[in-house]
């Protein structure tokens, strides 16, 4: 299974101008998906532009 998870309650996540949130959400999504394909590991931790963690990507074997 893989389990993410994004807290977008900070400064990164701010609705500037035209910017919106979810352009932050993209580019953590982007270095997310290139960090995966270059270097598989079971525990992403993710970080905004301000390099505050905000959350963690996972692989991990689902229990029956």
């Given amino acids: 299974m893989f389990k ?3 807290k977008t309650d900070n400064a ?3 609705e500037i101008g035209e910017k919106s949130p979810r352009y932050e959400v993209c580019r953590i999504l982007r270095e997310l998906a290139d960090r995966i394909e270059d270097n598989y590991s079971e525990l ?3 970080r905004d532009l301000n390099g505050n963690a905000v959350g963690r990507a996972e692989f991990f074997e689902e229990e029956n």
Avoid: V
């Fill in 12 to 14: 990164a996540f701010e």
């Fill in 4 to 6: 993410l998870e994004i």
């Fill in 44 to 46: 992403y931790r993710l």
